[in-house]
């Protein structure tokens, strides 16, 4: 048995809008999760924004074919102009950010983590937390494409989402905990079984043995 594309040397449309949305799925739902260190649920709309975008831009970098270098860089350059225009408006030159845009994002992370030792969750939604969090989102939506898609290390890209997960669990409440597990646990697992069905549709079988070939890996995936 041997692996390859199905579909004119690529995956169809349908299945590889389906593993995007499987990685869309596991970022939401790792945002989502921040709701045991977040008084209300206001901090998920602050945050959405930026993992549907950085979500588009990698997805969309990587069916242009941008070299991975290129790609990084460009995702990293979008992603300042998207945190300087949602959290320090008004210190932007065009979107673009300016030395204020700096001062006063180190101002609101000084503000925010002055009292971290101190604090216990839940506290507020505060931008220095915030800004915080959707830059490492945002890193992380690349990360995730390219872990994915370009290496094929579908298992390793899921790492820092599950790491963040699990230490969130150790800063945050217990009361949130239920609904918290529930949410990542459902991204978590809308990114396996469409990164399973991937790897099935990208299955090339020997001529005569395709019905063993699916058994085979239904089997394995089952395992």
Not at 32 to 53: C, E, Q
Not at 181 to 190: D, E, P, R
């Amino acid at each position: 048995m041997t692996t390859g594309p199905t579909v004119g040397g690529r995956r169809p449309d349908t299945t590889a809008l389906a593993t995007e949305l499987g990685r869309l799925a596991l970022a939401v739902g790792t945002a989502a999760s921040f709701n045991r260190l977040f008084t209300g649920w206001d901090f998920l709309g602050r945050l959405l924004p930026t993992v549907v975008i950085g979500w588009a831009l990698a997805a969309a970098l990587r069916r242009l074919r941008a070299p991975v270098g290129v790609g990084l860089a460009v995702h990293l350059v979008v992603g300042a102009v998207l945190l300087t225009v949602q959290f320090a408006p008004g210190t932007h030159l065009l979107g673009l950010p300016t030395p204020d845009t700096a001062h006063a994002l180190g101002r609101a992370i000084e503000s925010s983590f002055a009292e971290f030792s101190e604090l216990v969750a839940p506290v507020p939604p505060r931008d220095g937390f915030l800004v915080v969090i959707a830059a490492g989102l945002w890193i992380f939506a690349a990360f995730l494409d390219i872990a994915a898609e370009r290496f094929r290390g579908t298992v390793q890209a899921a790492v820092p989402h599950t790491a963040v997960f699990v230490t969130v669990g150790v800063l945050a409440r217990s009361s949130g905990r239920t609904l918290a597990v529930a949410l990542f646990g459902t991204g978590l697992l809308l990114y396996a079984v469409t990164q399973v069905g991937s790897a099935a549709a990208a299955q090339r079988w020997v001529d005569g043995h395709e019905r063993r070939g699916v058994r085979a890996f239904a089997g394995r995936s089952a395992v």
